[in-house]
């Protein structure tokens, strides 16, 4: 066969030339697309860095060092040795027959404190308590030091663990039980001294630091808050006691203030942890996690926690429906799916506040009403009769159901509201507090 012509060079070089052109527009293309995200991310940097500059002037917490310093600050070390003792002596304290007891066990409680009848668990109760005596007699003696009361936390990021925190209901729980015992034995001053000691429990752990530590210490004050409730089943306070509980009672949880604190604490440690690329991005459940860490992914992550953030600026009473009505939002927005892997569950901690309220309230209106039953010798033909102890028609309306239900009978009063979470049957009208068949109530009996 004949060898085959050559083109000439200067065709040879012109498909080149063409050839390296059109090889030439997809690298100018992605050299683009590559400068305009290398500014964006430059631009989102400057902004997110602008952002945090103040709030590191200020010495507030950015990294895991300053979150260290800014829980120190806030917190005393003046009873750090006693709590710390308190907290391994509860939880190493093993008792053969604890799960035959109430409270620290799995029995229930008596619906209602009977000092005339048989109690089955009170000898066993009164050996354990007798047995802890003298770790009951460590935490009474505690119970005056500054609070909140600082205790050894490694801060590391979205890894850090509140042992301490965690082990304190152990502590509540002692306590509830000794509470219980004193006033089933009409003991008034060892009842009191209980609750005194609950209460301190509460305040050594009110660290506003992240939703969990806000929710450890919600659960510490309920179960304080129970203890009174429990105690007015029994007809035992004097007058001077009851004053005392009423005055404690008196102040509004700081709702706003512990939304923002939480929040706050929540944004700025998944801010250090994405910046810091932890353990925790590097070993993400998905490859598309770390791409979080990037700048303009860390400021939406903030820009969206300040926005939750200012939820609470109409008030504690529209928190938990705001809350409600972002989530329903964000959820409904697909592109931000994996944005929200980065955010705690925002309205159930909306409603636990709410029922921590609440529960104030409930607990407020039947010491209220004790005290007028004690200084009228009669009991309230209504709530709106404790306007004369000070009482104003928002201490006895909860934040979901409206007025506090209230009947009077021979034998005592009985406060109540309904019990959602633990009713097969919702009530008909959940704003007006009455009473429905089939309904589950909580009820606190005054006598």
């Known amino acids: 066969m004949p060898p085959q012509p050559k083109r000439p060079l200067l065709s040879r070089l012109t498909v080149s030339r063409s050839l390296i052109g059109l090889m030439s527009i997809p690298c100018v293309v992605f050299l683009g697309i590559g400068l305009v995200m290398g500014r964006r991310e430059w631009m989102a940097s400057r902004q997110l860095e602008r952002k945090l500059q103040p709030l590191r002037d200020a010495g507030s917490p950015v990294g895991d060092a300053a979150m260290s310093r800014r829980f120190r600050e806030a917190t005393s070390d003046a009873g750090t040795a006693a709590w710390s003792r308190i907290n391994l002596l509860c939880n190493a304290f093993r008792w053969q027959a604890v799960d035959s007891l109430p409270v620290v066990g799995t029995q229930e409680l008596p619906a209602r404190i009977a000092p005339d009848t048989a109690w089955a668990a009170d000898k066993p109760v009164g050996a354990y308590l007798a047995a802890i005596k003298p770790i009951l007699d460590l935490i009474h003696a505690s119970a005056e030091v500054p609070m909140p009361v600082w205790q050894p936390v490694e801060f590391r990021g979205v890894q850090t663990l509140l042992p301490h ?10 306590l509830r ?6 006033l089933f034995h009409r003991e008034p001053a060892r009842a009191m001294r209980a609750i005194d000691s609950l209460q301190a429990t509460a305040a050594a752990y009110d660290w506003h630091l992240f939703m969990v ?7 510490l004050y309920q179960i304080y808050l129970d203890s009174i409730s429990r105690s007015l089943n029994v007809d035992l306070w004097n007058q001077e006691q009851l004053d005392s509980l009423l005055t404690r ?28 690329n932890s353990n925790w991005a590097r070993h993400a459940p998905t490859p598309l996690l770390p791409l979080w860490s990037t700048p303009t992914a860390r400021l939406e992550l903030y820009n969206t926690y300040d926005a939750l953030m200012t939820l609470a600026d109409t008030g504690a009473d529209q928190l938990s429906t705001r809350s409600r009505q972002w989530e329903e939002s964000f959820v409904r927005q697909g592109d931000r799916m994996l944005l929200g892997l980065f955010f705690p569950a925002i309205h159930p901690f909306a409603l636990a506040l709410d029922r921590a309220s609440d529960k104030r309230k409930m607990t407020l209106t039947a010491v209220a009403i004790k005290i007028y039953q004690t200084k009228f010798d009669r009991w309230p033909a209504a709530l709106s009769e404790l306007a004369r102890l000070g009482l104003r028609d928002t201490d006895w309306t909860l934040r979901t159901q409206g007025p506090i239900g209230y009947e009077v009978a021979e034998t005592g009063v009985e406060l109540f509201c309904y019990a959602p979470d633990t009713s097969e049957i919702q009530p008909s009208t959940p704003t007006v507090i009455r009473r429905e068949p089939g309904v589950a109530y909580t009820t606190i009996p005054i006598q």
Do not use: C, D, F, Y
């Not at 925190?165 to 002692?174: I, N």
């Not at 039980?177 to 004193?182: D, K, N």
């Not at 530590?213 to 659960?219: I, N, Q, T």
């Open 165 to 174: 925190l965690q082990e304190s209901r152990q502590v509540a729980r002692m």
């Open 177 to 182: 039980l000794e509470s219980e015992h004193a």
């Open 213 to 219: 530590g806000e929710l450890v210490h919600l659960a």
């Open 249 to 276: 009672l008196r102040p509004e949880l700081p709702i706003e203030e512990k939304w923002r604190a939480s929040l706050a604490a929540e944004q700025l440690m998944i801010i250090a942890t994405l910046e810091n």
